[in-house]
């Protein structure tokens, strides 16, 4: 039995113990270029933090064991949810570009010193980890308690 794909998505803040954060640049067919944290859509029947662990390791490259979700990102233009999830990095994390028509780069970052244009959902999720509680302009941010 095949569950249908869902429209909902993860976003990935993969943190180094630094406080840096990966970040690649979206070039998908369609969209204007913008840079975006590690992420995707969940499959039929998949929990959120394997879904975020999955995307993760197809994107980036990188393996980790855990992760922790703590919010959720109501675009309210009808466009889905992502949930969004805290994954510590594995020592020596090595960022590799492995779908190139969708990330040519990948990079570490300040969080709060993104390369722009930046996603609209990367946004949403950057929002609701370093500024919670703070209205974002089209979207519902809920904060998931620890």
């Known amino acids: 039995m095949s569950l249908p794909r869902p429209l909902s998505g993860v976003g990935v803040v993969l943190e180094r113990a630094d406080g840096a954060v990966a970040v690649g640049h979206r070039v998908t067919a369609g969209e204007t270029p913008s ?5 995707g859509h969940l499959e039929g029947g998949e929990p959120v933090v394997a879904a975020a662990l999955r995307e993760l390791t197809e994107e980036t490259g990188v393996v980790a064991a855990t992760g922790t979700l703590f919010a959720v ?17 594995p020592a020596g994390a090595e960022l590799r570009v492995t779908e190139p028509h969708a990330i040519d780069a990948w990079t570490w970052a300040g969080p709060d ?7 609209a ?15 974002l302009d089209g979207w519902d941010l809920h904060r998931v308690a620890p």
């Open 113 to 119: 010193d993104l390369p722009g244009p930046v996603f």
């Open 35 to 39: 840079w975006s944290f590690p992420g």
């Open 73 to 89: 990102c109501v675009r309210l233009d009808g466009a889905g949810v992502t949930f969004a999830v805290h994954v510590p990095a």
């Open 121 to 135: 959902h990367t946004a949403a999720v950057r929002q609701a980890w370093r500024r919670p509680g703070v209205a």
